[in-house]
Nanobody, 127 residues
Framework: QVQLVESGGGLVQTGGSLRLSCVFSDRMFSSYVVAWFRQVPGKEREFVSGTTWSGNTILNSEVSKGRFTMSRDNTKNTVTLQLNNLEPEDSAVYFC????????????????????WGQGTQVTVSS
C-alpha cells in the first residue's frame, strides 16, 4: 500500500516561510506525477503545484507563482514545497498527491486525477 506522509506545517506570521515535505513509501515513486493541493474548510481542494516524474517540468498555479517552489528528490522518495512570503489567505491544509500513471507527462490540476494522497499538514498564517 502506497503511503504519503507530509510534514513541515505550522503557524507563521504574515511574510514568513515554511518548508513542506512529503515522503513516499512506494518504490515506484520516481515514475509518478506528483502535486501539492490545499484545502480550506467548506471548499474543494485547490491545485498548488505539480511536477512530472523527472522533476524537469513544474506547473505552478496563480497562487503559487513567485512565492512557492516545488521540487523532488527521487533518490529520497521526497517532494518538497517551499512556501515564502506567506499571507493569511494561504492558511489551509496542504496535501501531496500522486498520479499512478508511470512516467506520465501531463501535470493534472484536477483532484480526481490523483490516486494517492497524504493525510495533510496544516499551515496557518497569522496577520
Amino acid at each position: 500500500q502506497v503511503q504519503l506522509v507530509e510534514s513541515g506545517g505550522g503557524l507563521v506570521q504574515t511574510g514568513g516561510s515554511l518548508r513542506l515535505s512529503c515522503v513516499f513509501s512506494d518504490r515506484m515513486f520516481s515514475s509518478y506525477v506528483v502535486a501539492w493541493f490545499r484545502q480550506v474548510p467548506g471548499k474543494e481542494r485547490e491545485f498548488v503545484s505539480g511536477t512530472t516524474w523527472s522533476g524537469n517540468t513544474i506547473l505552478n498555479s496563480e497562487v503559487s507563482k513567485g512565492r512557492f517552489t516545488m521540487s523532488r528528490d527521487n533518490t529520497k522518495n521526497t517532494v518538497t514545497l517551499q512556501l515564502n512570503n506567506l499571507e493569511p489567505e494561504d492558511s489551509a491544509v496542504y496535501f501531496c498527491a500522486a498520479n499512478a500513471e508511470t512516467y506520465g507527462t501531463m501535470i493534472e490540476t484536477r483532484e480526481r486525477e490523483y490516486e494517492y494522497w497524504g493525510q495533510g499538514t496544516q499551515v496557518t498564517v497569522s496577520s
